[in-house]
Nanobody
Framework: EVQFVESGGGMVQPGGSLRLSCAAS????????MTWVRRAPGKGPEWVTS????????YYADSVKGRFTISRDNAKNTLYLQMNSLKPEDTALYYC??????????WGQGTQVTVSS
């Protein structure tokens, strides 16, 4: 059974930072591209960033480019998202998913990020 456990969310002031983690199990993590997706209140899911299986290739939505960094530790089956210079519009439920930008599946339960003063 594919499982994800996201953590690291919370409430932070604008300009602050958070680091999200996603512990994956139930599939061969090191062979799978991985993706972070977010869903803001009242909106549909938004692709945020993806990383290749090796971690060499990374891709970002324009809205987070230069502020967010995706990474992975294949030895620990864990995906990360470092979020800096957070803005109120980054407020959302953040999910990790197996797959790349156009074919991700198997979402986790998500971790809430709230950016507010």
């Amino acid at each position: 059974e594919v499982q994800f456990v996201e953590s690291g969310g919370g409430m932070v002031q604008p300009g602050g930072s958070l680091r999200l983690s996603c512990a994956a199990s139930g599939f061969t993590f090191y062979t799978s591209p991985m993706t972070w997706v977010r869903r803001a209140p009242g909106k549909g899911p938004e692709w945020v960033t993806s990383i290749s299986s090796s971690g060499i290739n990374v891709y970002y939505a324009d809205s987070v480019k230069g502020r967010f960094t995706i990474s992975r530790d294949n030895a620990k089956n864990t995906l990360y998202l470092q979020m800096n210079s957070l803005k109120p519009e980054d407020t959302a439920l953040y999910y990790c998913a197996r797959g790349g930008k156009f074919d991700f599946t198997d979402w986790g339960q998500g971790t809430q990020v709230t950016v507010s003063s």
